[in-house]
């Protein structure tokens, strides 16, 4: 058994108060991720430019709609560092990372980790 | 300060036979986001060795490399990896005072850092007898550069492994 690690997303989103995922998207059944079924975990990690928190949502789902949110806030000074590790409780085919705040710089990566037999 | 060569062979018997010192790391962030380093319940199935060999240790922050140079990182490629561990000992006969920071951060596609600087993951101070080994273990894993910096007021010879792990999360 051995972890593997798989890039999802590198990118920079401008932030604003209303909520987007971290692609852009506005429109809120508009998934970030698909085929996300086989990942155990994804650990979210960057940089944000201003010192006003960030709240994120985090949603998980299919084609039948979200069936699994949580939210929180990325805090910490300007040009700070934040991590990010989302354990959702089941494994779900749809993932929507979206955030929302006081306008500034997002610039993050988002990896998922998956176990596959050797 | 007296200085010996030992072969690796002899390292692994003093490992076996010395009992071991451990430090646990300050100012490790603790938040809801990061509860999952902190389950006591993990079971490591893959190591793999990231680093290996001997730190001059003076009054300057040095990287485990040598290097001062703090946009250098000691270790890189550690994504897929849960945890790090810092295992080693001193050389010389005086009690061992060295202190150590661990930093980290993220690179994209091509290994350009996503910001400025480093994530400071923790701080410790190793504090153990002459020719004891030490433990460090950092928790928050995943991170892809890792930046270990040792210091120490009375010059050290510091020969060290830094190792990764992969493990079940027992949740």
């Known amino acids: 058994m051995r972890t593997v690690i798989a890039t999802l997303y590198v990118g920079t989103l401008q932030v604003e108060a209303t909520p987007k995922d971290v692609l852009n998207q506005a429109e809120p059944l508009s998934p ?37 949110s949580q939210s929180g806030q990325i805090v910490g000074n300007a040009h ?26 997002l610039r993050s990566k988002i990896i998922g980790a998956m176990e596959v037999a050797e | 300060m007296s200085a010996e060569r030992i072969t690796r062979r002899e390292m692994l018997k003093r490992l076996i036979v010395a009992p071991v010192g451990a430090a646990a790391l300050a100012t490790l962030p603790v938040r809801e986001a990061s509860a999952a380093a902190l ?33 250098l990182p000691t270790v890189q490629g550690a994504t897929p990896y849960d945890r790090l561990y810092w ?7 005086a009690p061992v005072n060295v202190a150590m920071r661990v930093w980290a951060r993220a690179v994209d596609h091509n290994g350009v850092s996503l910001g400025s ?55």
Not at chain 1, 40 to 52: D, I
Not at chain 1, 80 to 92: D, E, N
Not at chain 2, 50 to 71: F, M, N, P, Q, Y
């Open chain 1, 32 to 68: 970030t991720f698909v085929n996300a079924a086989s990942f155990r975990a994804f650990y979210w990690t960057g940089v944000k430019s201003g010192s006003a928190p960030v709240a994120y949502m985090l949603r998980g789902g299919n084609a039948n709609g979200w069936q699994w």
């Open chain 1, 80 to 105: 700070g560092w934040f991590r990010v590790v989302i354990k959702p409780p089941a494994r779900y085919d749809w993932y929507r990372v979206e955030v929302l705040g006081t306008p500034q710089t």
């Open chain 2, 39 to 71: 389950q006591p319940h993990y079971e490591p199935y893959f190591v793999a060795v990231l680093w290996e060999g001997r730190t001059r240790c003076d009054s300057l922050w040095r990287s485990l490399k040598g290097d001062v140079v703090a946009i």
């Open chain 2, 87 to 93: 295992t080693g000992y001193a050389l010389g006969s």
């Open chain 2, 117 to 171: 600087g480093w994530r400071l993951i923790g701080q410790a101070t190793i504090q153990t007898p002459p020719l004891r080994w030490f433990r460090v273990e950092i928790p928050e894993g995943h991170w892809d550069e890792y930046r270990i910096e040792v210091r120490s007021a009375t010059t050290r010879l510091v020969y060290s492994r830094v190792i990764a792990s992969q493990g079940y999360w027992k949740e």
